[in-house]
């Protein structure tokens, strides 16, 4: 996850096995890896990260651009909606760790490990994983709100707070912003000393409050529309997009902590490292899941693209839109 390393013991630098950091700098050649003894049972797997490693930069590449899209067509161009406001936030969060992972890749390759310090490559780290908790907090909260709606929708449309997208995102971004900095804190105790911190707990309290809750409403919802005719497309949006971060995503998180929770327990560092790429995909799929949820199969004629996105994001039956609807007006 984090380094615990200086510029004086650089060298001595300690693997923490599931940093994207730590990730690359190991399976990348550079000018500081050659110096390290590599053993020949490690250089078949070494060649199959390297090889996984630019398989899935391309999919960061077109990723970034397209939560870049997303955000600007849901600031610019679609009309504020309760759910609209979820997705935004859920574009940044995905561009942050996108960005993070291309960034570190282009800094090892092309100016190699030296070139920047030891804090840049913390930083990023720390902004990584901010990216994480945030898309995991975010599909929560809507899936959540969508099970409230749907099973409770008397209640939901009288009392719900008008501005409540935007106060749940202010709010979430917030405990992202603990949770890394005791996530931070753990990591850092764990490979200095080699213990079990109370901040632990707190960690893994979160993760089995939110992860249970997530899994409960996207399975309710999906028995719901099953029996539905015409669901509308923003049902199929949630289902798609929590199923592949508990795909892709959720391995990495539940690695990492085991792995400092159980520090006895072997692990092998290729799976982590693998699942630490497959984490990266997955925040470049969700603006792939918005384009194929909300095209509509029978149109011979290419709309626009903002079109397709508000219909995804759309939580009427009918899920119809137009350029009109779409248009933001300040």
């Known amino acids: 996850m984090f380094q615990n390393f200086t510029p004086d013991n650089k060298g001595e630098e300690k693997n923490t096995g599931h940093s994207i950091h730590a990730l690359i700098t190991e399976i990348v050649p550079t000018a500081h890896a050659a110096k390290i003894n590599e ?3 490690s250089l078949p797997e070494e060649k199959a990260l390297t090889i996984l490693l630019y ?14 899209a997303v955000f600007w067509f849901l600031c610019c161009r679609i009309k504020n909606t309760k759910y609209t406001v979820y997705v935004l936030n859920l574009a940044i969060a995905d561009f942050s760790v996108l960005f993070c992972h291309i960034t570190f890749f282009i800094s090892l390759i092309v100016w190699e490990d030296a070139f920047f310090g030891v804090h840049f ?12 908790n945030t898309s995991f907090f975010l599909l929560t909260a809507i899936s959540v709100e969508r099970y409230v709606g749907t099973f409770f929708p008397l209640c939901y449309r009288f009392k719900r707070p008008k501005h409540l997208s935007t106060i749940l995102c202010t709010v979430l971004w917030g405990l992202s912003c603990i949770m890394v900095g005791m996530d931070y804190i753990c990591w850092q105790k764990y490979i200095s000393l080699g213990d079990i911190y109370p901040e632990n707990a707190v960690i893994v309290t979160v993760l089995m409050i939110f992860l249970p809750v997530m899994v409960f409403c996207s399975f309710s919802l999906f028995i719901k529309i099953s029996k539905i005719k015409s669901p509308a497309r923003f049902y199929r949006t949630i289902l798609i997009t929590v199923i592949l971060f508990l795909i892709f995503a959720m ?4 690695l990492s902590l085991i792995e400092y929770m159980q520090p ?10 693998s699942f630490s790429l497959l984490n990266v995909i ?41 350029s009109e609807t779409v248009t933001h007006s300040h």
Request: with cysteine; net charge positive; proline share 6%.
């Open 251 to 254: 391995p990495h998180k539940i």
């Open 55 to 68: 398989i899935t930069l391309p999919f960061s590449v077109f990723g970034l651009f397209s939560n870049g």
């Open 121 to 132: 490559y913390v930083a990023f780290d720390i902004l990584t994983f901010f990216g994480f």
């Open 282 to 322: 997955n925040s470049s799929l969700n603006p792939f899941v918005y384009f194929f949820v909300g095209r509509q199969k029978r149109c011979h004629s290419k709309e626009p693209l903002q079109v397709v996105i508000y219909r995804s994001c759309n939580d009427e039956s009918l899920g119809h839109a137009s």
């Open 39 to 41: 053993t020949q049972d």
């Open 264 to 273: 006895t327990l072997p692990i092998n560092e290729t799976i982590i490292r």
